[in-house]
């Protein structure tokens, strides 16, 4: 009995409270629609449901919203329309309906009027903080032409601007009157671009030198995007009154702080919500005093060569990406390789020692080679000496010559050969040995640019969020939740926000200018570079599971170290141009040695020709006869005993250089030890950096979000909401890092291996990791079975 009387008692008090909770319809007039405004309407509906809460139930019924296509004659319709119907509320929208909700002198239902209405045009008194007109108020906005324009003329020193505006509301503007003054104190002219599809606009640039959306609100996201690069295309810069979201898609400027919707929004909501509660409309406050805030898209001034003034930095906030939009080649990491192994200078140089080095082979071969010579000359004698010569020396002769050398054997010959040979091998080892580094360095300046880039986007977050806490702190000491000292402290780390963010730009300038020097472009060239991701693109084939796996089992771990540092002694061109250089070594202490006494062969043939005989002493003598060609062949061994002990000399430097090269052996294969397991311990880092850099930046940024929301009610102070953004900008740059850290050690590890997975096949890959596996069986096995005489 008691527990039915219970249950009677609820639901009584539940329908008293039934009864007692009004419901109130709402209905819209707007002047256009579009599905963007169609989730704005919607978000303004959950905003003033959610504000009102439990003291009334909202309604917004289908039926009631009216649309009049910039047509007057429809809005005076729908607005008696919705005088005549059961709505309670009319929140009314638009130039054109503010021409009729405005113009009435008595309002027969409460009604909202927002939206038409700023500091510059409007037809109701501004100077006003209350409409004090019965069921009526109105909204204004502080956004304002003249200071959209003015910051516009700051940025880019326009002449001739064209302004937007809806070619539907041209006519109930007094636009002469409202942009006239403006300009003319601007020192510039201007054009009143009227439109109603977006390629009105765009055939309508030829002639300006800036644009000013006025108008525009309605347009869709796509057709933003298209007038954007038109914009660009035209090399045009241009400013929104429609805010950060226009910004995004690709218009360069506004003056609109991102959050100005949402506070109009809140505004609305708050408005209905002192009415339901018994506030009349006319004594609600008119005025929305946002705060003023410069927003510039970051690529869109780039792409069309406004240049930023770091003046303007601590005041601006920018969206964008910090890609080089007037990039000519944007490469991805096989090009740059690619392009560094074809016309990188140090390379080249490189390249050349090689051809030199096959030059002196060339030269040291030609000892085998024929000597061949051949002379002329021609002879004048004293008459009186020619005479008495007996014909032996006529007073003029001329004659010549032909020699001819052949080195048959020489040890010295065949020595150099052999050194010069070792040489060029040595050479091309060391060439490799550049296009390894090289390829490295390429990459190194590669990912150097990528994690510039990202520094420099998370520096520009870091700023965003100081700038988003000095807004925090400003209110809760404004409603003395806070101390001055507060606002001081964010206003000061907002500057060096600001010198962190220039600081972070002119890095990755830096870094595009290294990577043109190693690309060999002008350094002035302009670049950009593809985003990196693990297990995709260049390193879709890149066994990450299989390397975690392997590294993160100190069991598979120790094999898979000692089988790399096997590999890497096998592939290293340092010691194959090591292992040259001793052989070319040896051959020298040979030669020095007891080899020296060898004899050097030689074949020697000489052809002589007398052409001419004249004057005195030119006849032979009686019975005598003048022999005009002859010639000689002969064959020489020559044996060195002594040279000023240039042999003894010579060895004990080659013995020197041999054991030179022994101690540089030994010390090149302690350094690739040495590389391979710091490299494997430095992967082991970076693959635990990528798990857990996740989990930190996640909770770092819920961990930020609640300090801001305590800090905004006075339950925190103000060093634990820097902490906390200072944790959650360092965890963002770790998990932003993290990918890039670990492929760029693995690569690292790579050329201490003296082998890139990923510029190689697929086939020869899995031929590594077959020899590998193969290893580890033959390591595994020796293990189980005991060792055999």
Same mark, same amino acid.
């Given at each position: 009995m008691i527990r039915h009387m219970i249950l009677l008692l609820v639901m009584i008090s539940t329908s008293f409270s039934s009864l007692a909770k009004n419901t109130y319809d709402i209905g819209f007039m707007v002047d256009n629609r579009s599905s963007e405004t169609d989730v704005l309407l919607q978000k303004l509906q959950n905003e003033?449901?959610?504000?009102?809460?439990e003291d009334a139930n909202i309604r917004f019924p289908a039926d009631q919203m009216y649309v009049n296509n910039y047509q007057l004659s429809q809005a005076q319709q729908h607005y008696q329309q919705l005088l005549d119907s059961p709505v309670d509320i009319i929140i009314a929208f638009g130039v054109i309906t503010n021409e009729v909700v405005s113009k009435q002198t008595v309002h027969r239902k409460p009604t909202i009027l927002f939206g038409a209405i700023?500091?510059?045009?409007?037809?109701?008194?501004?100077?006003?903080?209350?409409?004090?007109?019965?069921?009526?108020? =109105?909204?204004?906005?502080?956004?304002?032409?003249? #200071?959209?324009?003015?910051?516009?003329?700051?940025?880019?020193?326009?002449?001739?601007?064209?302004?937007? %505006?809806?070619?539907?509301?041209?006519?109930?503007?007094?636009?002469?009157?409202?942009?006239?003054?403006?300009?003319?104190?601007?020192?510039?002219?201007?054009q009143i671009i009227a439109y109603q599809q977006v390629n009105d606009i765009v055939d309508q640039l030829v002639g300006i030198d800036a644009l000013y959306l006025a108008g525009g609100f309605f347009l869709k996201q796509d057709e933003v995007q298209l007038l954007a690069?038109?914009?660009?295309?035209?090399?045009?810069?241009?400013?929104?009154?429609?805010?950060?979201?226009?910004?995004?898609?690709?218009?360069? @400027?506004?003056?609109?702080?991102?959050?100005?919707?949402d506070q109009f929004f809140r505004r609305i909501a708050l408005t209905?919500?002192?009415?339901?509660?018994?506030?009349?409309?006319?004594?609600?406050? %008119?005025?929305?005093?946002?705060?003023?805030?410069?927003?510039?898209? =970051?690529?869109?001034?780039?792409?069309?060569?406004?240049?930023?003034?770091?003046?303007?930095?601590?005041?601006?906030?920018?969206?964008? #990406?910090?890609?080089?939009?007037?990039?000519?080649?944007?490469?991805?990491?096989?090009? %740059?390789?690619?392009? %560094?192994?074809?016309?990188?200078?140090?390379? #080249?140089?490189?390249?050349?020692?090689?051809?030199? @080095?096959?030059?002196?082979?060339?030269?040291?071969?030609?000892?085998?080679?024929?000597?061949?010579?051949?002379?002329?000359?021609?002879? =004048?004698?004293?008459?009186?000496?020619?005479?008495?010569?007996?014909?032996s020396n006529p007073e003029y002769s001329s004659a010549g010559n032909l020699t001819i050398s052949?080195?048959?054997?020489?040890?010295?010959?065949?020595?150099?050969?052999?050194?010069?040979?070792?040489?060029?091998?040595?050479?091309?080892?060391?060439?490799?040995?550049?296009?390894?580094?090289?390829?490295?360095?390429a990459i190194n300046a590669y990912f150097n640019v990528?994690?510039?880039?990202?520094n420099a986007q998370i520096q520009l977050l870091n700023l965003r969020l100081?700038?988003?806490?000095?807004?925090?702190?400003?209110?809760?000491?404004?409603?003395?939740?806070?101390?001055?000292?507060?606002?001081?402290?964010?206003?000061?780390?907002?500057?060096?926000?600001?010198?962190?963010?220039?600081?972070?730009?002119?890095?990755?300038?830096q870094a595009y200018i290294q990577l043109n020097q190693l690309l060999n472009n002008p350094i002035d060239f302009e670049i950009d570079i593809k985003d990196v991701q693990l297990d995709q693109g260049v390193f879709e084939n890149y066994n990450y599971n299989l390397l975690t796996e392997l590294l993160d089992d100190p069991a598979l771990r120790n094999p898979f170290i000692e089988f790399v540092i096997m590999k890497a002694k096998q592939n290293a061109p340092e010691l194959k141009a090591l292992a040259h250089n001793l052989a070319a070594a040896e051959a020298e202490i040979t030669l020095n040695g007891k080899r020296r006494f060898l004899p050097t062969v030689a074949l020697q043939g000489q052809y002589n020709k007398t052409f001419d005989r004249s004057g005195a002493g030119s006849e032979p003598?009686?019975?005598?006869?003048?022999?005009?060609?002859?010639?000689?062949?002969?064959?020489?061994?020559?044996?060195?005993?002594?040279?000023?002990?240039?042999?003894?000399?010579?060895?004990?430097?080659?013995?020197?250089?041999?054991?030179?090269?022994?101690?540089?052996?030994?010390?090149?294969?302690?350094?690739?030890?040495?590389?391979?397991?710091?490299?494997?311990?430095?992967?082991?880092? #970076?693959?635990?950096?990528?798990?857990?850099?996740?989990?930190?930046?996640?909770?770092?940024?819920?961990?930020?979000?609640?300090?801001?929301?305590?800090?905004?009610?006075?339950a925190v102070n103000i060093v634990q909401l820097i902490d906390a953004q200072n944790n959650y900008i360092n965890a963002q740059l770790a998990k932003a890092n993290a990918i890039y850290n670990f492929l760029l050690n693995a690569l690292q590890l790579e050329r201490s291996l003296g082998y890139f997975f990923f510029l190689n096949s697929q086939a020869e890959n899995e031929a590594f990791k077959a020899e590998f596996f193969q290893y580890l069986n033959r390591d595994a096995t020796q293990l189980r079975e005991p060792n055999r005489p």
């Open positions: 003033i449901t959610a504000v009102v809460g700023n500091q510059d045009y409007n037809d109701l008194d501004i100077t006003q903080k209350t409409s004090g007109i019965k069921n009526f108020t =109105y909204l204004i906005e502080s956004e304002s032409f003249k #200071e959209d324009l003015s910051k516009l003329k700051q940025l880019t020193d326009f002449k001739n601007i064209g302004i937007v %505006v809806d070619a539907g509301i041209v006519q109930f503007l007094h636009l002469k009157d409202t942009f006239g003054p403006v300009l003319n104190d601007l020192n510039s002219d201007y690069n038109a914009l660009v295309e035209h090399k045009i810069p241009s400013f929104t009154i429609n805010g950060v979201e226009q910004v995004k898609l690709g218009i360069m @400027a506004s003056h609109q702080a991102a959050g100005d919707i209905v919500d002192d009415y339901v509660s018994g506030t009349p409309l006319s004594q609600m406050p %008119v005025f929305i005093d946002y705060t003023s805030q410069l927003t510039i898209n =970051y690529n869109t001034a780039e792409a069309i060569g406004v240049p930023i003034k770091y003046s303007l930095l601590a005041d601006t906030d920018f969206v964008g #990406e910090f890609h080089n939009v007037l990039s000519e080649s944007n490469y991805n990491l096989i090009q %740059v390789i690619e392009q %560094v192994l074809d016309k990188n200078l140090s390379l #080249e140089a490189a390249r050349i020692n090689v051809d030199l @080095a096959a030059q002196n082979l060339v030269t040291s071969r030609n000892n085998y080679k024929p000597n061949i010579s051949t002379s002329l000359s021609g002879t =004048y004698i004293d008459q009186d000496l020619a005479a008495i010569s007996n014909g052949q080195t048959l054997y020489s040890n010295a010959a065949n020595a150099n050969i052999s050194i010069q040979k070792s040489l060029l091998q040595a050479q091309q080892e060391q060439f490799n040995t550049e296009e390894l580094d090289s390829i490295f360095a990528l994690i510039l880039k990202t100081t700038k988003d806490n000095l807004k925090l702190a400003q209110q809760s000491f404004e409603i003395g939740q806070s101390g001055k000292s507060d606002t001081l402290r964010f206003q000061s780390a907002k500057a060096q926000n600001t010198q962190a963010m220039v600081e972070a730009s002119n890095q990755l300038e003598p009686i019975g005598g006869s003048f022999l005009n060609d002859n010639y000689t062949v002969g064959l020489s061994v020559s044996v060195p005993l002594f040279s000023r002990n240039q042999f003894n000399t010579d060895l004990q430097a080659a013995i020197l250089r041999r054991d030179q090269l022994d101690v540089n052996i030994i010390n090149t294969e302690q350094s690739i030890d040495v590389n391979i397991r710091t490299g494997v311990l430095r992967l082991v880092n #970076e693959m635990s950096n990528i798990q857990l850099s996740e989990v930190s930046e996640q909770t770092a940024k819920e961990s930020l979000d609640l300090t801001m929301t305590s800090y905004t009610n006075g």
